[in-house]
């Protein structure tokens, strides 16, 4: 097979690949997860997928903070926009994500005050030189987003700026992965765990993972050779036997995290009840909300909500897609209906989602993606 | 939005917590807050993500971010172009 891009390192990656086939017991499958959207993107660019004998199996998790995000969230965040002298603002990421009545750039077409941030801070920004205005900071992500924005409420309230506030979306990684691995619908051998999101949270809450359900787990940075070395420690593990929590990316993920980054979510947000995960449905203790006593920055205690919640649309198979139960090219609507133009679910809005990385960078060139598209469908 | 782009430090603040860092030739304010009690000096690299340092990396680390980066493409050109029109001072 041809690879779309090759990278600097493809001998020592053939290398690695070998000593991974070396390792493959016969008439034995290995299925292990990506969780982080930007392994995805290094996987489907470099078509590492080719590298790894056919024993192999790379799926997606649902580490892509956007593609997560129901759908009734985005009406609810439309619905703040429309309030008078509301001014909205969100990371680039979210502005197609398609609500139940349009996405942030159909609600900004249609009068609403919606700008695109780089930081929260930006935000923040706006709102102090917005006094007149209530200046809304739509925050998302995982961990590795959450104490930005935890860093600039406390920020807000040092200055006093009392016309800004966040409407929480923040996710927790963990309790993605605990539904995952209770989910009867795939069986995994092991996990390539997230690398930025480590950064925060660092390796031991992934320690239940290999003691409770037996699963190793390798902490994986986002270069082609990282992902390999990854599975080869992982397929090293099960080859003796073992299932622990390893750090390949310890040049950047110290094992126990920034604690600073987890004390400043801590301050500033709690766990909810239950949040719902696009495609996993409701999962308890899995997302964060503004802690009472900084209330007067949570949009969801100063804005009345519709809080409806929407299913998705009925062609859309994103929650599969999430679950790594479906690859992208497998949606009924991948490339026909759904492209990143027109996006139908966000797993193709988003750059991180797994639809979008296989439609920009999959081993297909755009313009055969179609005609590729229906021969993988019919062959599988 | 989830990409961690390397900077190198180039000015220090005296008080608070905005330091000037360089990405890619340019030249932006980013928070240094979240790396509070790691000493942090002119000339070190970060990894920045939404305008605040994440962690502290080395010159080689950044160096094989940088070209992870350059490699994806789009989602880069965004997350840049998004940096660039980042004034959070």
């Known amino acids: ?380 | 939005m989830c990409l961690g782009i390397p900077g190198e430090v180039v000015e220090m603040p005296a008080e608070g917590d905005l330091a000037r860092v360089d990405v890619a030739g340019v030249r932006r304010l980013v928070n240094i807050g979240l790396l509070e009690g790691q000493p942090l000096t002119t000339g070190d690299w970060v990894l920045i993500h939404v305008g605040f340092a994440l962690s502290k990396i080395d010159e080689e680390e950044a160096r094989a971010a940088m070209d992870f980066l350059e490699g994806i493409g789009q989602a880069y050109d965004d997350e840049i172009k998004a940096l660039m029109e980042s004034n959070i001072g």
């Open chain 1, 1 to 380: 097979m041809r690879y779309v891009d090759e990278f600097r390192d493809a001998d020592t990656a053939q290398a690695v690949a070998a000593q991974i086939a070396a390792l493959c017991e016969p008439d034995r499958h290995y299925t292990f997860m990506e969780v982080c959207g930007g392994h995805t993107h290094t996987i489907y660019k470099h078509g590492l997928e080719d590298y790894l004998p056919e024993a192999v199996t790379l799926v997606h998790g649902p580490g892509c903070p956007v593609c997560v995000i129901p759908m009734g969230r985005v009406d609810d965040a439309i619905a703040i926009a429309e309030q008078p002298d509301v001014i909205l603002t969100s990371f680039g990421d979210m502005l197609r994500v398609p609500g139940g009545r349009g996405s942030f750039l159909d609600a900004k077409a249609a009068g609403a005050d919606i700008r695109m941030v780089y930081s929260p801070l930006d935000a923040l920004k706006i709102a102090r030189n917005n006094p007149d205005k209530r200046v809304v900071f739509m925050a998302i992500g995982f961990e590795t987003t959450a104490p930005s924005t935890a860093m600039t409420v406390l920020r807000a309230a040092a200055e006093g700026i009392d016309n800004f506030s966040i409407f929480c979306n923040h996710v927790t990684i963990i309790p993605a992965i605990k539904a995952i691995l209770d989910s009867p619908d795939l069986r995994l051998d092991g996990f390539l765990g997230p690398g930025h999101v480590s950064t925060v949270i660092g390796c031991r809450p992934y320690e239940f993972i290999a003691r409770d359900h037996g699963k190793p787990l390798v902490t994986a940075g986002f270069e082609p050779l990282d992902i390999l070395a990854s599975v080869l420690m992982l397929m090293r593990q099960i080859a003796e036997g073992r299932a622990d929590v390893e750090n390949q990316y310890a040049r950047v993920v110290p094992w126990h995290g920034n604690r600073r980054a987890l004390e400043v979510i801590g301050e500033v947000m709690e766990l909810r009840p239950y949040f719902e995960w696009r495609g996993l449905g409701f999962i308890s203790q899995s997302a964060l909300q503004v802690r009472e006593a900084y209330a007067s920055y949570d949009a969801e205690r100063i804005f009345e909500l519709p809080g409806v919640r929407v299913a998705d649309p009925k062609a859309c198979q994103c929650g599969e897609v999430l679950k790594g139960v479906l690859k992208p090219w497998e949606c009924k609507v991948f490339g026909t209906a759904c492209t990143p133009e027109t996006p139908i679910g966000t797993c193709m809005v988003s750059s991180e989602g797994a639809c979008a990385a296989y439609y920009n960078f999959g081993r297909f060139n755009r313009s055969h993606v179609r005609e590729i598209t229906l021969t993988e469908v019919g062959r599988s």
